[in-house]
Every structure is written in C-alpha cells, then in structure tokens.
C-alpha cells in the first residue's frame, strides 16, 4: 500500500488560490492512480479530481473543472491539487487518495490508500 501525506490547506478569501500538496511513500505508488476528496461538515465524502500514474489521463468533478489542476511528479513522489477561484463551497476537509490501478478512477470505493485530510477553509 502507499502511504500519504497532505499538507497545504488554510484559511482563504474567495477568488484565491491555494496548493494542495501530498507526498507518497511504498514501491506501488509511480503505478498508482491519484485522487483527491473532499469531505465537507455534514456531508458525504465526494470525488474532486484524479490523475493516471503517467499523468495522460485526468478526470474532474463538474463543481472544479476550470478552476482546479491535479499534477503529480512521481520522481518526488508527490501529488498536488492546485485551486484558483475558490468559493466558499469549497471548504472541507481535504484527502489524498491512491489506487492500484493504470487507468483513472473516481469512486471512492476503488482507492485503497488514503492520508488523514487537510483543512481548506474560503471565507466570503
């Protein structure tokens, strides 16, 4: 399994921007599709975005495309969630997520490695 750790949540205005960071330990994680999730107070954990262990490939929620860009780099063995624009409805807690798979999954049910979360918090 691949361990993981996030970092970079914080407090923020809407309309900034803010880099997510999670950096990923164990030999499967170069081969492993990348995920990010979020879980905000009292509602279910939802999908956010993911990446191909080759980065070719890439799916996004509706809620982010055009303001979110995951990116890994597998020789760091780090994933990053880049968020512009942020709305308000975007505060949660945020998780890093990894599955052995070579193609790019979204359903929380399919990752199988998950890091403890990081805060984002957008004020209005």
């Known amino acids: 399994q691949v361990q993981l750790v996030e970092s970079g949540g914080e407090l923020v205005q809407a309309g900034g921007s803010l880099r997510l960071s999670c950096a990923a330990s164990?030999?499967?994680?170069?081969?492993?599709?990348m995920g990010w999730f979020r879980q905000a107070p009292g509602k279910e954990r939802e999908f956010v975005a993911a990446?191909?262990?080759?980065?070719?490939?890439?799916s996004y929620a509706d809620s982010v495309k055009g303001r979110f860009t995951i990116s890994r780099d597998n020789a760091k063995n780090m994933v990053y969630l880049q968020m512009s624009s942020l709305k308000p409805e975007d505060t949660a807690v945020y998780y890093c997520a990894a599955a052995r798979a070579l193609v790019v999954l979204t359903s929380l049910a399919e990752y199988n490695s998950w890091g403890q979360g990081t805060q984002v918090t957008v004020s209005s």
């Open positions: 164990g030999r499967t994680f170069s081969t492993s599709c």
């Open positions: 990446l191909s262990w080759n980065s070719r490939r890439t």
